[in-house]
Nanobody, 124 residues
Framework: QLQLVESGGGLVRPGGSLRLSCAAS????????IGWFRQAPGKEREGVAF???????NYADSVKGRFTISRDNAKNTVYLQMNSLKPGDTAVYYC??????????????????WGQGTQVIVSS
């Protein structure tokens, strides 16, 4: 069974940093394109960052220049380094594996094997 597990969330002050991890079990991550998503209370889930098997990356405009997605195939893990955090980044963060690419951009693709999420709270 394909399973992803997120970790690394927590409470951080504005301007601080966190690194989220997305670890896979039951399959090797290097064979998949992986996305990070977030959902804030009362808001729809939104795509944050995406990394292809080839290493190519994409970011939501709201996090460009602040967040970095990377993968360590040896550790079967994808990371999301979040710097210069803002209160607006507060959300539950999820990772997922792309299952179907419609060719309309990563944010419109289908994703599966969603993890349980990790809470990020940015507050002073």
């Amino acid at each position: 069974q394909l399973q992803l597990v997120e970790s690394g969330g927590g409470l951080v002050r504005p301007g601080g940093s966190l690194r989220l991890s997305c670890a896979a079990s039951g399959f090797t991550l290097h064979g998949y394109d992986i996305g990070w998503f977030r959902q804030a209370p009362g808001k729809e889930r939104e795509g944050v960052a995406f990394i292809r098997r080839t290493g190519g990356t994409n970011y939501a405009d709201s996090v460009k220049g602040r967040f970095t997605i990377s993968r360590d195939n040896a550790k079967n893990t994808v990371y999301l380094q979040m710097n210069s955090l803002k209160p607006g980044d507060t959300a539950v963060y999820y990772c997922a594996a792309m299952t179907l690419d419609y060719g309309l951009g990563w944010e419109k693709a289908d994703f599966g094997s969603w993890g349980q999420g990790t809470q990020v709270i940015v507050s002073s």
